[in-house]
């Protein structure tokens, strides 16, 4: 899946309702892994993955940076402080932001292809 | 909060690492780091020539217009010689200031900051921070102050701990190595990963392959968040060799009473507020171990705990 955010979002995005929050050109997708451990994400998690979490801290960046992932989706509407985002606009990384649940958006997100 | 700066000792510094350091630091600052602060500011009611005054007063080139929390403008040194000029000095400062001033946050890198000032072409930027409170002002004269001192700083640095470190280990060229050395303070969450993007620059420059590079990064991450959480503090040192990468973290205590049931999937000692964070899933230790290729940990119950991990350039360990 091709992502970018200044540009249309792609279907996949569109239905779990996604928003972006940074204005990071674009980034390639395969796959997402969710979790709110961030360890549990630096072992399990695979480079290019998109990463679904309720975390808003900044660490989220950090490990997102650290593993290669691309692109963090906040769910139940979470939203990072400025500064979040600002750090993930610098590392490159992607940060969107869903009103549903983890649950709600990861069975949308199978649903629409994201795991093929 | 604002954290001084982490310890970076390029110990075999020749001319080639230095322009590195230098580039480093660009990212590695803030515009907070380098801001005059606390700002100097004028009220609208306030004449040009009290501001003319105020510059003189604190050799500052322009003074942002401030009611209450509220940003309304900006009166510059230009704005004061043409007030001179065309005899308006006593003109209030709501009258003649620069309205819809752009700002700049105070946690931009110093490298987004420059290209601000080329995008924009102004002599000076009002700091906000996240809550768009005004912070302080920058210049261009005060990035390159703040350049210069770091430069100054981490070149000091880089001396002694060469000169410390070839008087305890002559012959051991292992410190000559030395990429990364900086201190770990506990409970520190928020500068959890600063080590560990460090690292990934360094090896990024040197070509190293991205799956040791993720790796080693990984390694480190979950040292400095190992020592944030349980630590009293600690230091992390990263050396790269012709065959793979060092890291060494060590803390001041109080020590891991049982390592075995530490090295368990799973297995936390860690409380709420980094739980809460994300942190303490008791996957650190077995994480570093997967990522490396050589892995020892010494600790016992009111001692100091030591890391040490291997990340070899060639052979892959795990698959993580």
């Known amino acids: 899946m091709k992502l970018e955010t200044n540009a249309q979002l792609p279907a996949v995005l569109l239905a779990i309702q996604a928003t972006p929050l940074t204005n990071t050109s674009e980034a390639n997708i395969q796959g997402c892994y969710i979790s709110d451990l961030l360890s549990d994400v630096l072992a399990h998690a695979q480079p290019g993955m998109l990463w679904a979490t309720v975390q808003v801290h900044r660490n989220v960046v950090s490990v997102a940076a650290t593993k290669d992932i691309p692109a963090v989706i906040f769910t139940c509407g979470r939203k990072p402080e400025a500064s979040v985002i600002a750090e993930a606009e610098e590392e490159g990384i992607t940060l969107l932001v869903t009103p549903l649940t983890t649950y709600e958006a990861a069975g949308k997100l199978w649903q629409a292809g994201l795991h093929e | ?320």
Not at chain 2, 32 to 51: F, H, Q, V, Y
Not at chain 2, 71 to 82: A, Q
Not at chain 2, 295 to 320: C, D, M, P, W, Y
């Open chain 2, 1 to 320: 909060m604002n954290a001084a700066p982490p310890i970076d000792s390029m110990v075999s510094a020749g001319d080639a690492r230095k322009i590195t350091i230098a580039q480093v630091l660009v990212y590695e600052l803030r515009v907070r780091d380098a801001m005059s602060k606390p700002p100097i500011t004028a009220l609208p009611g306030d004449s040009l020539r009290e501001i003319q005054k105020l510059m003189k007063r604190h050799k500052i080139s322009g003074v942002p217009i401030q009611l209450g929390t509220k940003l309304l403008g900006i009166v510059t040194i230009e704005d004061i010689i043409t007030a001179l000029d065309q005899g308006h000095i006593d003109d209030l400062a709501e009258k003649r200031m620069a309205q819809g001033v752009i700002t700049i946050r105070d946690h931009f890198s110093l490298v987004r900051a420059v290209a601000e000032f080329e995008r924009h072409g102004f002599g000076r930027f009002p700091v906000v921070d996240s809550a768009d409170r005004l912070v302080g002002v920058l210049t261009r004269g005060d990035i390159t102050n703040c350049l210069m001192h770091q430069l100054e700083k981490r070149a000091e640095e880089a001396i002694a701990f060469e000169a410390a470190a070839l008087a305890s280990r002559a012959g051991d060229d292992l410190a000559r190595r030395i990429v990364i050395r900086a201190p770990v303070r506990t409970g520190d969450y928020d500068s959890a990963g600063k080590v560990s993007q460090r690292l990934r620059q360094v090896l990024r420059e040197r070509g190293i392959d991205p799956d040791v590079r993720r790796r080693a990064a990984i390694v480190a991450y979950e040292a400095e968040t190992n020592i944030i959480i349980h630590s009293l503090g600690g230091e992390i040192t990263v050396a790269v060799d012709s065959d793979k990468v060092v890291i060494d973290a060590t803390d001041v205590g109080p020590g891991i009473e049982d390592v075995n049931q530490a090295m368990q999937e799973g297995w936390s000692t860690a409380g709420r507020l980094p739980r809460e964070l994300g942190f303490g899933a008791g996957m650190g230790l077995p994480n570093m171990k997967k990522c490396s290729d050589v892995f020892e940990i010494k600790s016992g119950n009111g001692q100091t705990t030591l890391v040490h991990s291997e990340v070899f350039l060639r052979k892959a360990a795990g698959t993580l």
